[in-house]
């Protein structure tokens, strides 16, 4: 009889319900869900690896050649398995877990061109543009965002570390979805209307669309580039 019930639509979704609640109850942070998830041994997810990866590397590596680009830093540079597949002449990596740059500076202890640093945004102060540099990424990182201030201090820091241009990879349409430490925003909107000195001109559509490969490899990010409209 339990077996039958288990199979029944109704109860499966019931459980699901349950299992996202309690998701919700124990998340705290957006910032907390990353740290206690590298500590566990966690990855920074599918997009880091095998064929997305790939993607987004061709991608950036094309990019940064083809604009002569001299310096790259990312906000959210993950457990750094993405920065594998890149090809940049300078590198900065800010992350908010603490585990994460530790297996950065693991992986790259030997690589004297980039450089990584913890990032809290309540007690992050570049005036001097100590971070800026040519190009600065944003890679799977907006929809993870939840709460709205810190989406906020993320979007300025990010646009005020870019001289040049500013590559985001994410998705672009609002929803609350049932996973505490997801939140999908329409950035595009949100930047336009704060941003405005920065120009979109280009969007690359991601080569593994969710709509036609299923999870973990297909995703619904894209790339959105913009650049400084004074840019030289």
């Not at 997009?47 to 959210?76: C, D, M, R, W």
């Not at 990596?93 to 640093?117: P, Q, W």
């Not at 985001?168 to 997801?182: A, F, K, Q, R, V």
Request: net charge negative; aromatic share 16%.
């Amino acid at each position: 009889m339990k077996d039958r019930l288990s199979t029944m639509p109704g109860v499966r979704w019931l459980r699901k319900r349950l299992a996202a609640y309690r998701k919700w109850n124990r998340f705290t942070t957006s910032a907390d869900y990353w740290e206690s998830r590298y500590e566990k041994g966690g990855t920074s997810g599918n997009g880091s690896y095998g064929p997305l990866a790939e993607f987004k590397a061709e991608v950036i590596n094309h990019f940064v050649q083809e604009h002569e680009i001299t310096s790259v830093v990312e906000f959210g540079c993950g457990d750094g398995n993405q920065l594998l597949y890149a090809v940049y002449p300078r590198y900065v990596g800010l992350d908010v877990a603490r585990e994460a740059i530790h297996m950065c500076r693991d992986k790259f202890k030997n690589d004297a061109s980039k450089s990584f640093f913890f990032y809290d945004s309540e007690c992050f102060v570049d005036g001097a543009g100590v971070f800026r540099a040519d190009l600065a990424l944003s890679l799977d990182v907006l929809y993870h965002l939840v709460e709205d201030h810190v989406f906020t201090r993320y979007m300025e820091l990010l646009f005020q570390a870019a001289r040049r241009f500013i590559i985001i990879y994410s998705s672009n349409h609002d929803e609350i979805t049932s996973l505490p430490y997801e939140r999908e925003r329409k950035f595009t909107d949100y930047v336009t209307a704060h941003f405005p000195q920065w120009q979109l001109i280009e969007k690359i559509e991601n080569r593994y669309p969710l709509s036609q490969y299923p999870a973990p490899l297909g995703s619904y990010s894209d790339f959105y580039i913009y650049e400084h409209r004074d840019a030289d």
